[in-house]
């Protein structure tokens, strides 16, 4: 009963799977730049919207720490939702050639007839590409992997009476590898996101594994 439990935890954990979080063109940031605005629509088994903002801060590297509040589009706005805390660098660059890191947390909620989840998972995006002032184009691999959920059964409680609510271990993670394109103008880059999903064991993929990501951001700072 508990492996069916986390089972089903996880496929419902996965079709809420969504990165939102800054993206950024290292080679359009302007050294006045401070403040980063994203605004994006995506589709990831549903259709999303999502909010980001970042704040560069001060070290030796080019670093933004920021938040990122991803929801899918259906009639009850909140019931499901994404928010994730992250910090996103350029470790390393050789003229247009970077590689950048971006490790975060992540919290979801996800409520049907089922149950109703609370997740925490830990997540790493990694990229290299070729970046230039007004256009770019990079690789990335996305590792998710969930930390806890808590469960609050309902629908389920029918079929087995004695299933537990409460908080349960780690039950999986995904691993993504797609390709970014961006197109930058003045301070805004518009970026473009395609690529793949599967199961951390390349076994229990989704149906249908695709995915796309279509975002504005916007660099704001003083001279």
Request: a positive charge; hydrophobic letters at 40%.
């Amino acid at each position: 009963m508990k492996k069916l439990t986390l089972t089903i935890g996880y496929l419902i954990w996965f079709v809420i799977n969504h990165t939102a979080a800054q993206d950024i063109n290292w080679r359009a940031v302007q050294d006045h730049h401070r403040h980063f605005a994203n605004a994006g629509i995506g589709a990831d088994f549903n259709t999303v919207a999502s909010l980001a903002y970042g704040q560069k801060i001060t070290s030796r590297l080019p670093i933004v720490v920021g938040a990122g509040f991803t929801v899918p589009f259906g009639k009850t706005l909140l019931d499901d939702w994404k928010l994730n805390l992250t910090a996103q660098g350029e470790l390393w660059h050789n003229e247009q050639f970077s590689f950048g890191l971006k490790p975060g947390i992540v919290m979801r909620r996800f409520e049907s007839p089922i149950a109703r989840f609370y997740n925490i998972s830990a997540e790493a995006t990694a990229t290299v590409g070729y970046l230039r002032s007004k256009w770019g184009v990079a690789a990335e691999s996305t590792y998710d992997r969930s930390l806890a959920t808590h469960l609050k059964h309902d629908l389920l409680k029918e079929y087995y009476p004695g299933i537990k609510d409460g908080w349960y271990d780690a039950t999986g993670g995904t691993i993504k590898f797609g390709l970014a394109a961006n197109y930058s103008f003045r301070s805004t880059s518009i970026f473009l996101k395609v690529g793949k999903a599967y199961g951390q064991n390349f076994k229990d993929n989704p149906t249908l594994p695709f995915y796309f990501d279509i975002t504005v951001s916007q660099y704001f700072g003083e001279r």
